[in-house]
């Protein structure tokens, strides 16, 4: 079985990072309204756990300020 990765959504603090190395995972959602990129309104979610090879995930994992990025064994 393979890992799957996980966002961490209290610790997330949307800086898009995961979404610009990764996009084939990971994409912002939430607070769609007015799109002002309020950091309390749009979060990083895994859409596509299997979108992307390890290696670039764990490219996303360790470029996160926030380190709220995991996998799920």
Do not use: L
């Not at 190395?21 to 950091?39: A, L, Q, S, T, W």
């Amino acid at each position: 079985m393979s890992r799957i990765p996980v966002v961490d959504q209290e610790c997330c603090i949307s800086c898009e990072v995961c979404t610009q190395i990764c996009p084939e995972v990971f994409r912002m959602e939430g607070g769609e309204e007015g799109h002002n990129h309020d950091h309390g309104e749009h979060k990083s979610i895994v859409y596509n756990p299997t979108g992307a090879p390890e290696e670039k995930i764990e490219a996303a994992m360790d470029g996160c300020p926030a380190a709220c990025i995991y996998w799920q064994e």
